[in-house]
């Protein structure tokens, strides 16, 4: 196992990146994932920063006006071929990914697409954008974070780790998001030691159409 390739992944962004930091400076530690490239669609986004002070490539694909989604698409795949990634973390990437991109990350073996999203909520509650502001002004108790596989629909797919968070009576909205961004950080990096030792698995729910993502101490067959 020792001497088995690093998993080869991209970062997709499009604003200040302080999450793709997190998995930056996380995968520095790890033997079993090298990310490979940083994807932004925005030109000007402070992640592009952020990647340069990790020496890793940052490749900006921005969408014209008159280019067509699924070309835009193509564009981001020969970006990804050059670098031979073979896995994609979103970390506030603000585009939705059409099926035709995903098909090119499923894996059979486990039946999910090899991407891998942080929305900030307890899915399903609050899909969608502006998750927090959502809670927040809906005056939440308890709110989370959900790590997931992603699928053909928006903030669905398998889930791999949720995490709830309290909320404080004093919060405002700063400090209610900035709890929640740290819960994050925190199950983003839990999933990533796993993914790189290969402690998961992936298994069919008996009697559903449904997958879980079981996370181990001892190491199984991922991928």
């Known amino acids: 196992m020792a001497n088995k390739k690093p998993l080869r992944a991209a970062i997709f962004a499009s604003g200040n990146g302080t999450n793709a930091e997190n998995i930056l400076r996380h995968c520095e530690t790890l033997d079993g994932i090298e990310v490979a490239v940083l994807v932004t669609d925005q030109p000007y986004a402070g992640v592009i920063q952020r990647a340069q ?109 949720q995490q709830a968070f309290e909320r404080d009576d004093l919060d405002d909205f700063d400090t209610f998001r900035a709890r929640g961004m740290q819960v994050e950080y925190e199950i983003y990096r839990q999933f990533l030691k796993h993914l790189s030792d290969g402690s998961w698995t992936v298994e069919d729910i008996q009697g559903s159409d449904q997958r879980i993502v079981l996370l181990s101490s001892d190491k199984k067959k991922g991928k």
């Open 53 to 161: 002070q990790f020496k890793v490539p940052c490749e900006i694909v921005a969408r014209q006006r008159n280019t067509s989604k699924h070309d835009h698409e193509d564009a981001i795949m020969e970006v990804l071929k050059k670098y031979d990634t073979d896995w994609i973390f979103l970390a506030g990437y603000m585009r939705i990914l059409t099926a035709d991109f995903l098909r090119h990350f499923h894996d059979d073996s486990l039946g999910i697409n090899r991407i891998v999203n942080i929305h900030p909520s307890l899915l399903p509650a609050f899909p969608g954008k502006d998750s927090y502001l959502e809670a927040y002004n809906a005056g939440v108790k308890i709110s989370g974070v959900t790590l997931h596989f992603v699928d053909d629909d928006v903030d669905h797919g398998p889930i791999i780790l």
